[in-house]
């Protein structure tokens, strides 16, 4: 199985509207991390929440962390053409090993103008 | 604002070739890691890098790939004779408290 799975896989939305998107993971994590991909372009820092955090807000971001679902959310509220990439949910394990995040498929979001 | 520079943006090679792809980390940042994505799937762990020696790598990081610090600024990844399937974006990143920074990526396309 995979460690953090968006779904969905991708959505369009209008101007205006609010995007939410999922992500599901396995193990114990110390915190999980938001990603935004343009197209062909790096990954860029969206928003942290660690695993004793419920919710973080950041400008139009919000991020809630169920950890006893194993599941987080990104909300994007009242969307821009601008926001149109691919968004990924990335963990931090709980394994003080190993330091690398692991990412997830991403949700592919289209934001019609 | 500091960030993560990788370069060529792109590289194109012939199968069986070397290929040094480079990074400068953020200068205050002390974990360094490369990371790969193949069009249209997931990024994909490489290798980290901490103290000067390899702290954690992935299945897909065999003898075939290398990492180096040469000089307390430059982080390279090499690929001793590329193959087909190694053609993706490659993308260098170094962490800072809050999440990962990356670079712009470097993509490599094996002929």
């Known amino acids: 199985s995979q460690q953090g799975e968006e779904d969905p896989q991708a959505l369009s939305i209008q101007e205006g509207e609010n995007a939410t998107m999922n992500c599901s993971y396995k193990?114990?994590?110390?915190?999980l991390q938001w990603y935004r991909q343009n197209s062909g372009r790096g990954l860029v820092h969206l928003i942290l929440?660690?695993?004793?955090?419920r919710e973080k807000h950041s400008g139009r971001l919000r991020v809630t962390l169920d950890t006893s679902k194993k599941s987080s959310s990104l909300l994007i509220t009242a969307s821009r053409a601008a926001d149109t990439a691919s968004y990924f949910c990335?963990?931090?394990?709980?394994?003080?090993?190993?330091?690398?995040?692991?990412f997830g498929s991403g949700t592919r979001l289209q934001v019609q103008p | 604002e500091p960030e993560v520079t990788q370069t060529p943006s792109h590289q194109v090679t012939q199968m069986g070739q070397e290929v040094i792809l480079r990074c400068v980390p953020i200068?205050?940042?002390?974990?360094f890691y490369w990371y790969r994505q193949i069009l249209g799937q997931k990024v994909e762990f490489l290798v980290s890098?901490?103290?000067?020696?390899?702290?954690?790598k992935s299945e897909i990081f065999d003898d075939q790939f290398s990492v180096e610090r040469p000089d307390g600024s430059n982080f390279t990844l090499k690929i001793r004779s590329t193959k087909l399937e190694d053609s993706a974006m490659y993308f260098c990143?170094?962490?800072?408290?809050?999440?990962?920074?990356f670079g712009s990526g470097t993509q490599l396309s094996v002929l």
């Open positions: 990143a170094s962490r800072a408290s809050q999440g990962l920074f």
């Open positions: 193990t114990s994590i110390n915190n």
């Open positions: 929440i660690r695993s004793n955090e």
């Open positions: 990335a963990t931090d394990p709980m394994d003080t090993g190993r330091r690398a995040l692991t």
């Open positions: 200068s205050n940042h002390l974990y």
């Open positions: 890098f901490y103290n000067n020696e390899i702290s954690e």
